[in-house]
């Protein structure tokens, strides 16, 4: 992402500190060179590169929408994340998009999602189902293009029954991959269970794709059912998944402290 945000800026400053040091080994080289000015032409064209480079970077900026996290959901977002859906895998394993924005409005913990401007480009469907669907979810005879709200679990009521959770959706576009996005999603998405993770028992997956399956492996996620629509579905501890999420993005924080 920084390289398509910055690529003019990086390319002036490449080619303008090529230029640079090409002046200064043309003008103090061989025996009539003069290496003061030729110091003196490297350090004022390194400064004019450099003040040329971030001004254009900082033009670009404020050009260009930033990533962010987005406060509220419309129904055209989860339009966005159906389309978004539907550049991976086939329409039977997608939620419409308006009973996926149901889920929403009556619980927003379901849905984390990151934008550039107004358009998704990465998501988390985080949410508890009632033991009935975890139970054929598990089984692998559950299609979640079929969830409705009422299949959801109330995680906020006063009872102490368990709570079974399913990663629906994990999401991110290709140019926004390899920063961190889809750790921070998730960690966003597991935070807001926080208070309730004490009930959370298992966490399911269901992967329709290679790449789905790889990340639930990733996460520490162990497969127990091929589905009968083609899927793979992965379970494990769902303390051990908020542990394992929180590592990762402790891992990743740790690798940027100096």
């Known amino acids: 992402m920084f390289w398509q945000a910055n690529k003019g800026a990086l390319i002036t400053l490449l080619l303008g500190m090529t230029g640079a040091f090409a002046a200064y080994f043309i003008i103090g080289s061989g025996s009539d060179g003069d290496i003061e000015l030729a110091k003196k032409v490297l350090s004022t064209a390194i400064c004019v590169v450099l003040f040329a480079a971030a001004l254009l970077s900082f033009a670009l900026a404020k050009q260009a929408p930033g990533l962010r996290i987005v406060d509220e959901l419309s129904a055209e977002h989860f339009e966005q994340m159906a389309a978004l859906e539907a550049k991976y895998y086939c329409e039977e394993n997608i939620t419409p998009a308006a009973e996926a924005y149901r889920w929403y409005k009556r ?120 589905s009968e629509h083609s899927s793979l579905i992965f379970e494990q501890n769902y303390a051990d998944f908020v542990a394992k999420v929180n590592g990762i993005t402790a891992e990743e924080n740790n690798s940027h402290s100096p």
Do not use: W
Request: hydrophobic share 35%; with cysteine; net charge negative.
């Open 107 to 226: 619980y927003p913990a379901t849905t984390i999602a990151a934008a550039v401007g107004d358009n998704i480009v990465a998501f988390v469907n985080l949410f508890p189902v009632k033991e009935h669907i975890y139970t054929a979810l598990r089984a692998g005879t559950f299609n979640d293009h079929t969830l409705t709200l009422e299949d959801l679990a109330n995680p906020t009521t006063d009872s102490n029954e368990p709570l079974h959770m399913f990663l629906c959706c994990v999401l991110t576009e290709p140019p926004y991959r390899g920063l961190g996005l889809t750790r921070h999603l998730l960690s966003l998405a597991v935070e807001q269970y926080a208070p309730y993770q004490s009930r959370c028992r298992g966490i399911i997956t269901d992967n329709v794709t290679p790449e789905g399956a790889e990340f639930s492996r990733r996460y520490g996620f162990e497969q127990v059912q091929n």
